[in-house]
């Protein structure tokens, strides 16, 4: 989400900052994370050029496979006008953003926004270099800069014939005043940026020289295996250590709060056997009676509860359908799920008296400092946290809880270096869940089957309420709202329709709810778009037909573009059947046409064809692979996706109870890439939202049967 | 005292017999490109050859390893020459976040030895690892110009 709400511990960070003039000195411990510029001045906080032209571009946001290291480095290049050959990138830390009062500004990749929110500051960095290496050329050859010429970080005075490249001037251009007055070039006379090149990253993909934080080492490191209350909610009673400690390699038996238990030994072998020998006791509290049929009950009543939040409301939805001359109704539900991100949870800390220090793959490292402030005891100039590589995010590693048990461990081994590995079963259990909601969906249709209103009631989970409360705005979550309202970030509801009530009966259930990849905008997208299918043919109107009359015109765009890349209305395959589904979301609009077959019961997608309207496309060719990458997430989620609960807690431990999607079910993916340069959207996520619902309504063509329950495993298309 | 040859190297290791073969290649030798995923042979991140062989090492004993050829991800090129499969994945651009193409790799290089140009089927039916970032056409068609290369 666009405005994914600040944590409150960073207004505290940034209120650290403010106050800390001095805090720079803190950080000289550090040695051995100098940046770049400490031994070549910067240019500025985003560039840094070394005398042999070799350019250092500074990136914060955190890239997880989605690209943004390469596609921020382009933004900035472009305006530096550098030889894209001789860019290489590098990360500070969130503790050096601090000292320097937050120069490098967000440092979390959420939200799908690494790009978007952060493209007009990286490209100002950029320029601001630019203008200022140029001066200095100007300064040295006593010209006018306005006579200057640059290209490839070459810079040429045109009437005298001189030439000189930016590592020549580099030092010079660093004693400069920063220029006021950027000017940035218009985006469709990018030359770098709006390309594809080759990503920085690849090479040590295939290697095994990537450093995931998993692969953490430090000298004289321990690892350290935990486990957590298997219930939310409930707490350690006992545990029996001594039944463990002469295991082999084991070194400590820690409490992790009063929720854990860790086994710190030499290996994460020995850790996690001994872990899992160790007795504990746990007091699961109340909690420890929720069933999943427990939280449908639960969920269900807020369907036709009175009270709820409202999120879109146009005109008297209610009166309309209760004064139309007809009435669809349809109930849906949407279960918990996990990220699973392939990279289990983990963090390595190293804590002493006077620093604390963490390697965490996170998507968020200055929410992690922050945690990592609050757990060690110590003050701010002290902690620092190294992002390491990320094995996946999708969400769950924008959480810090990881975070915080690791410094929990290391804190009562002071010196060693602990690094924490949950286990995949630990991982499994203990996520932040997609929300679980249910949703009723009213429409009223006169005679001539207009839509004259229509009321969608969610009922369920708040990730607001969940993770960060305090942002709730008068106990609303607005961003349950996702793709729904004009007010919620960034994702409008599609349908020009006269009669509008959307609403939430808000129900939180134990369980951690948390911004899985696409967020509310999933659920939100497959009822909303499920629905439309439904008054489609209960007005016997072609779905695509339908949606012209009544979608907003930049939807509608995306919406016929995959369906006429897709054949839509041509002969197709006998057997085969196509299925529409379009959604304005994180500020992009994006839309899907699935080709489905149905045989036996068994569904099989031969291809879906997507398109997006980004806004702006900085790396087209890994937009293409987002929008692939994210089907796959989106439909894992449809055909297998589930988190039950038994006594309180998450049944599925592992990927044999919770599969996922592998090569022999992926269809063939085309993308279309259409961005209108009119604004700037995301693309990590939003595709997401069109994926099910596009399955879904093709399954409808091809069978007759509407499926409103998830996952599609548990459901008979026989 | 465990013997074992990784790489074309020997490394002797004081390990419980029954550690799972993952955990001393990434702890006690300390070659972590080899992955752990879920200990229960399901993703395919720890994907090693033992003779050859593509094997989920997370469900494998150093014990039944001794003796035997094993080759991790890091033992694959040659040099800084690139196998052929590593090459087809950059040139495919096929990873994102990377974690599981250590294990994509090393599969895919035990498929092409005994099946050279396989089908899209053989495909289906030999890879079976996890990518939760979605790469699989990628993946696909790396395989494909792999094949050919």
Redesign the interface.
């Known amino acids: 989400m666009n405005d994914m709400p600040k944590f409150d511990r960073r207004s505290f960070l940034v209120g650290v900052a403010a106050a800390g003039g001095g805090l720079s000195l803190g950080f000289n411990t550090f040695g051995s994370d100098a940046l770049a510029a400490e031994a070549t001045p910067e240019v500025n906080a985003w560039v840094v050029v070394k005398p042999d032209d070799s350019v250092v571009i500074r990136v914060v946001r955190p890239d ?4 943004s290291l390469t596609g921020l480095s382009q933004l900035v290049a472009e305006e530096l006008e550098c030889d894209w050959n001789k860019v290489s990138t590098e990360y500070p830390t969130p503790g050096q953003n601090l000292a320097r009062k937050r120069v490098w500004g967000a440092m979390n990749s959420t939200g799908s926004q690494a790009i978007r929110q952060s493209q007009e500051y990286v490209r100002k960095g950029g320029a601001a270099a630019r203008m200022m290496l140029m001066q200095a050329a100007a300064n040295e050859w006593k010209v006018p800069v306005e006579e200057l010429a640059v290209s490839k970080g070459v810079i040429t005075h045109k009437k005298s014939g001189k030439k000189t490249t930016y590592g020549k001037v580099a030092e010079a251009a660093a004693k400069l005043e920063p220029p006021k007055d950027i000017k940035l070039k218009s985006p469709k006379d990018w030359t770098i940026a709006g390309k594809s090149p ?2 920085f ?12 934080g ?2 953490t ?1 430090l000298p004289g490191m321990l ?1 350290a295996s935990v486990r957590d209350c298997p219930v939310n909610g409930g707490k350690v009673k006992s545990f029996d250590a001594s039944k463990v400690e002469g295991m ?1 390699g084991v070194k400590k038996v820690v409490a992790v709060g009063e929720t854990g238990v860790a086994v710190v030994a ?5 850790a996690k056997q001994a872990c899992y020998a160790l007795p504990i006791e746990w007091d699961v509290g109340s909690n420890g009676n929720v069933s999943s049929a427990s939280i449908a009950e639960f969920l269900k009543e807020g369907l036709t509860a009175e009270k709820a939040f409202i999120g879109n409301k146009q005109g008297d939805a209610p009166a309309a359908i209760a004064g139309a001359a007809r009435k669809i109704e349809a109930t849906y539900s949407y279960p918990f799920q996990n990220h ?5 949870m983990n963090a390595t800390a190293l804590w002493t008296e006077n620093e604390c220090k963490v390697w965490a793959p996170t998507q968020n490292a200055e929410a992690a400092l922050a945690e990592v402030i609050a757990t060690s005891g110590l003050p701010a100039p002290k902690c620092d946290v190294i992002k390491t ?6 969400g769950r590693r924008g959480r810090t809880d990881f975070v915080r048990q690791a410094v929990q461990i290391a804190k009562q081994m002071p010196g060693t270096p602990i690094k924490l ?1 949950w ?2 079963e630990e991982d499994m259990t203990h996520c932040s869940y997609h929300p679980i909601t249910q949703c009723k969906m009213s429409a009223g249709l006169d005679d001539k089957g207009n839509v004259t209103g229509i009321h969608m009631r969610i009922s369920g989970q708040s990730i607001i309420a969940s993770l960060m409360p305090e942002r709730l705005e008068n106990g609303m979550d607005g961003a349950t709202f996702q793709g729904l309202s004009e007010k919620s970030p960034e994702g409008a509801f599609g349908y020009n329709i006269p009669n509008i009530l959307i609403d939430h009966a808000m129900r939180n259930t134990h369980l951690t709810a948390g911004f899985w990849r696409g967020v509310n905008a999933n659920h939100n997208a497959i009822y909303v778009e499920s629905f439309i299918d439904e008054l489609a043919h209960a007005t016997k109107t072609d779905p695509l037909e339908f949606r012209r009359k009544l979608l907003k015109p930049k939807q509608f765009a995306v919406i016929n573009a995959a369906a006429q890349k897709a054949g839509y209305g041509k002969p197709l395959p006998k057997g085969h059947f196509h299925g529409l589904s379009s959604m304005h979301t994180f500020g992009s609009y994006v839309a899907a046409c699935a080709e489905v077959s149905v045989e036996n019961g068994q569904v099989r997608i031969h291809r879906i064809v997507g398109a997006t309207n980004p806004g702006h496309a900085v790396h087209p ?1 890994m937009i293409e ?1 987002q929008v ?6 989106g439909l894992s989620a449809l055909f297998y996706g589930e988190c039950t609960v038994k006594n309180g807690a998450v049944e599925q431990t ?3 109870s919770y599969n ?5 079910e ?1 269809p ?2 085309d993308v279309i890439v259409m961005p209108d340069f009119e604004f700037w959207g995301g693309v990590g996520e939003p595709t997401i939202s069109a994926a099910a619902p596009a399955v879904l309504n093709a399954i409808f063509a091809a069978t007759g049967k509407r499926i409103r329950n998830f996952p599609l495993m548990n459901q008979s298309l026989a | 005292m465990a013997t074992l040859n990784i790489n074309g190297k020997a490394f002797q290791v004081d ?2 017999p029954r ?2 073969l993952l ?1 001393v290649i ?3 030798i ?11 042979a ?2 395919g ?1 720890c994907t090693v050859h033992i003779e050859g062989v593509a094997t989920r090492s997370c469900s494998v004993p150093v014990s039944s390893a001794q003796g035997k050829k094993i080759t ?3 033992g ?2 040659n040099g800084d020459v ?1 196998s052929k499969v ?1 090459k087809a ?2 040139d495919n ?10 294990g994509m ?1 090393m599969a895919v290089s035990a498929l092409l030895k005994t099946t050279p140009k396989p089908t899209d089927e053989e ?3 030999s ?14 068609d790396a395989i494909h110009a792999a094949a050919k290369a």
């Open positions: 997880m496979g989605q690209g080759k990503r990253d690849t090479r040590n993909k295939v290697t095994g020289k990537h450093m995931f998993i692969d080492k690892v082999r030499d290996t994460f072998w020995n699973a991100c392939m990279e289990p590589e990320l094995g996946g995010g999708f590995i286990t995949r060719g692979r692939a990458g994210s089907f796959v997430y592992n990927f044999d996922v999607i592998r090569m022999d992926m063939k993916v | 390990v419980d550690t799972p955990w990434r702890d006690s300390g070659l972590t490109g080899t992955k752990y995923g879920c200990g229960i399901q993703c991140c991790t991800i890091e694959l090129a690139l590593q994945w950059v651009e096929v990873p994102q976040c990377g974690y599981c193409q250590s790799v495909i289906n039916s890879i079976t690892n996890i990518c939760r970032c979605g790469t699989y056409q990628q993946v696909r």
